[in-house]
């Protein structure tokens, strides 16, 4: 079951965390994987391990938020793979801590442009290619913020609705053409992100902090990366197959049981 064997893979934002998870549990599951980042030392960081484990895996360098970028990386993936894309997973994405007032105009910019341009660009060129073939699945990762009312995360709440709503649309627009779209919504997952976060905010506190973050889902930990992935390879499966314009929320209960 989940077998993803003969099926190639886009993962954007697969250079670390979430993204980096999803890309070695596809490999696990026999997909060949095409990782794509903004840096080439995280693309290649999660190739190497995923040949590493004797996975299939290939690294491209794109900026999500750059249409040229992101043709030319999708362009480079179907050179390699005879012209085929299975599945793209829409991981990349930043983050923004700040309420109406305190967001600037530029931060809302740079949030629309790679959280909601990038999903875009990004689903655009895989379903043109999905169409062509006569199918695929669309994954895109959005947050428990598009659902409900979070502290301090104005713009990034903004740009996570917009993602749930275009996967709503993708999976709608495309159901006779054998597209599915879904997305999966976290609480709080500990990445690289939360520790660089705590780092910078709460110097000699990250410990106290981390714990009282973790303390906020009612499970009382974080997710870790490896959960969102498994409910990814799942999605993105076979076994799924009657599954599309769903949103399934991975919140240690964080919605329904606070």
């Given at each position: 079951m989940f077998s993803l064997t003969g099926k190639i893979a886009v993962v954007t934002g697969g250079g670390s965390g979430i993204g980096q998870a999803i890309a070695i549990a596809f490999a696990r599951q026999g997909a060949a994987?095409?990782?794509?980042?903004?840096?080439?030392?995280?693309?290649v960081d999660t190739v190497q391990s995923i040949v590493?484990?004797?996975?299939?895996?290939q690294g491209q360098v794109c900026d999500v938020a750059s249409a040229a970028s992101v043709r030319a990386a999708f362009d480079a993936v179907r050179a390699r793979h005879g012209g085929r894309i299975?599945?793209?997973?829409?991981?990349?994405?930043?983050?923004?801590?700040?309420?109406?007032?305190?967001?600037?105009?530029?931060?809302?910019?740079?949030?629309?442009a790679v959280n909601i341009k990038g999903v875009f660009l990004c689903a655009q060129e895989a379903v043109r290619t999905m169409v062509?073939?006569?199918g695929g699945v669309v994954l895109n990762m959005c947050s428990i913020a598009s659902g409900m009312g979070l502290a301090d995360r104005f713009a990034y709440?903004?740009?996570?609705?917009?993602?749930?709503?275009?996967t709503y649309s993708i999976a709608k627009?495309?159901?006779?053409?054998?597209?599915?779209?879904n997305c999966i919504c976290p609480a709080r997952v500990h990445t690289p992100f939360v520790d660089g976060y705590l780092a910078k905010n709460y110097p000699g506190q990250e410990q106290e902090m981390f714990a009282k973050l973790s303390a906020a889902q009612p499970i009382g930990r974080m997710a870790r990366p490896e959960e969102i992935a498994a409910q990814a390879v799942y999605l993105c499966s076979d076994e799924a197959s009657f599954v599309t314009g769903s949103a399934y929320v991975i919140d240690g209960g964080a919605?329904?049981?606070r």
């Open positions: 994987v095409e990782v794509l980042d903004l840096t080439e030392a995280a693309t590493a484990a004797g996975g299939q895996a299975d599945i793209l997973v829409n991981n990349a994405g930043i983050a923004h801590i700040g309420n109406l007032l305190g967001t600037e105009e530029a931060d809302l910019d740079r949030l629309y062509a073939q006569g709440s903004m740009t996570k609705g917009a993602v749930e709503t275009m627009d495309y159901i006779t053409q054998g597209i599915r779209c919605v329904r049981l």
